[in-house]
């Protein structure tokens, strides 16, 4: 029989979570359900890295910020067994990248069906990296973007905010790529992505892959007002690498640190992260997910 490991957020007035991890135990009655509801990031590391090891698969009920405590702690305890997804977020970025269904009962047949797929992973050395990190001024856009824009405009939403920043003066960065190579650049903003999608829109860079082996760094030199309407035209074509003001490379590791400003603010899926220097690593299809048949493309999978 199999054994299922179900991680939800169970502080007070989430209970959204909750009966969403109690309805998936119905649903899967041929298979022993274990509920695991957690009030902090600190307790859910600590108790997947414990109950993890005895599960068949873990499923996480949230959005990016809880898929993101579930990598870490399997990173970190070095389990390798499948996540399901039931998507219960605002964005849900991560979950839109692989193509997961949205609606709650078709994410538990997916995660029931079994079909795999392996996706890289990056670690800065505390914690994973799912989706994103974002470091500089305009990283903390996310925290001011309401949930009610986020749902309404998108990504378009964070770019509105994002005019409140564009006055702003660069600080200066080191970044050191996987070739040795050391850039010094002043930005207010460096976007490392592990997938095509940002702020939920999954046509922002169709170059990334959730498995071709890369970050995805996206620096920005300058932001232009005059050139407002040509970023949004780069972005709607899938085409926002090719920007004027923008630099954009690959690698599988950097290293950042900041040579001038302030404290960088750095967020990572939307959380707030450790501070600068960050050395980032990719692991290549590090974590198997469960995915729609037609999403698990040439790799092995099994029910």
């Known amino acids: 029989m199999k054994k299922y490991l179900v991680v939800f957020n169970d502080k007070a007035g989430k209970s959204a979570g909750k009966k969403i991890a109690q ?161 010094i650049l002043a930005t207010t903003l460096i976007n490392i992505t592990l997938t095509n999608s940002v702020g939920g829109y999954t046509n922002f860079n169709p170059q990334a892959n959730s498995d071709d082996g890369y970050l995805h760094i996206l620096v920005l030199k300058r932001f232009s007002l005059l050139r407002l309407p040509s970023y949004i035209a780069y972005l709607l074509r899938g085409q926002i690498i090719q920007g004027r003001d923008l630099l954009y490379f690959k690698s599988q590791q950097v290293e950042i640190s900041k040579i001038s400003g302030q404290a960088a603010k750095v967020r990572i899926d939307g959380d707030e992260a450790e501070k600068l220097p960050l050395k980032i690593m990719l692991h290549p299809r590090q974590m198997s997910i469960l995915v729609p048949i037609k999403e698990s493309g040439h790799v092995a999978n099994s029910k």
């Open 23 to 183: 309805h998936f135990k119905e649903v899967a009655d041929n298979a022993t359900v274990t509920l695991l509801g957690t009030e902090s990031r600190k307790a859910a590391l600590e108790e997947i890295a414990k109950q993890a090891p005895t599960s068949d698969c873990l499923v996480v009920i949230g959005g990016d910020g809880s898929i993101n405590t579930v990598f870490s702690a399997l990173a970190a305890a070095k389990i390798n067994i499948p996540v399901g997804i039931i998507p219960a977020g605002t964005v849900n970025n991560f979950a839109k990248a692989l193509n997961l269904p949205l609606e709650v009962d078709a994410a538990i047949q997916v995660i029931l069906g079994g079909y795999k797929r392996s996706v890289d992973l990056a670690t800065d050395g505390q914690r994973a990296i799912v989706s994103s990190a974002l470091i500089g001024d305009f990283a903390d856009i996310a925290n001011n973007v309401k949930q009610s824009e986020k749902k309404r405009l998108g990504l378009l939403a964070f770019l509105w905010h994002g005019l409140k920043h564009s006055f702003h003066r660069p600080d200066k960065y080191r970044l050191i790529l996987d070739d040795g190579k050391e850039l």
